[in-house]
């Protein structure tokens, strides 16, 4: 690199810029040694613009769950669909919430919460069952749940906790490949 910088030190005598406002171009002029000059016209930013821009599917992602989901929460589902900030580094709640600042978009207050949606943490509370039990009956198709995009946490409405299907799912405790039998199988049976 060292070498090139001298290369072109040496084979450059000065450089003029211009600005061309109604073509919103920097026009740069080159003087070579030997008399040649070389032009370059190079786009002008506009005023706040930055090579250093949050790529819109993330940016289209955060408005979507902000309503519903803390700045956490965001931060998580951004950097599981391996989204990166416009400087190419990871999602925290710091950098989400100050996204949503620039953008206009109003955050998740959790206690105007009116509880028609659950995380499958409220939803295990409510249920009085783990949460891998709420997991496991979203997955079976016993549970309907969305998500806001994919790899996004799992949105249950209330009313569909409540349904008889997933009551009916939860009473069922015993696991199926159990026998109801109190006795003790024996460890060698007679032939």
């Not at 211009?18 to 370059?40: F, K, M, N, P, Y």
């Not at 949606?117 to 549970?143: E, F, K, N, Q």
């Not at 405790?173 to 026998?179: A, F, L, Q, Y």
Request: hydrophobic letters at 40%; aromatic letters at 4%; charged letters at 25%.
């Amino acid at each position: 690199m060292r070498s090139r910088q001298q290369l072109l030190r040496a084979l450059v005598v000065d450089i003029i810029a211009d600005v061309d406002e109604a073509a919103r171009d920097v026009i740069l002029t080159i003087h070579w040694r030997g008399g040649q000059h070389s032009q370059l016209r190079v786009r002008k930013p506009k005023s706040g613009e930055h090579g250093c821009r949050t790529p819109d599917e993330a940016l289209a992602v955060i408005r979507s769950m902000a309503a519903r989901w803390p700045d956490e929460h965001i931060a998580a589902s951004l950097n599981r669909m391996g989204m990166r900030t416009g400087q190419g580094k990871t999602w925290t709640a710091h950098r989400v919430g100050s996204l949503r600042r620039v953008h206009g978009i109003h955050a998740y207050l959790s206690a105007e919460k009116d509880g028609e949606w659950l995380t499958m943490r409220d939803a295990a509370a409510v249920a009085g069952v783990t949460s891998h039990t709420i997991r496991r009956l979203i997955r079976t198709g016993v549970l309907p749940a969305t998500q806001v995009v994919p790899d996004a946490p799992y949105q249950i409405r209330s009313s569909d906790l409540h349904s008889q299907a997933v009551t009916a799912a939860i009473a069922r405790k015993g696991r199926p490949c159990r026998s109801e039998s109190t006795e003790p199988l024996p460890m060698f049976p007679d032939t």
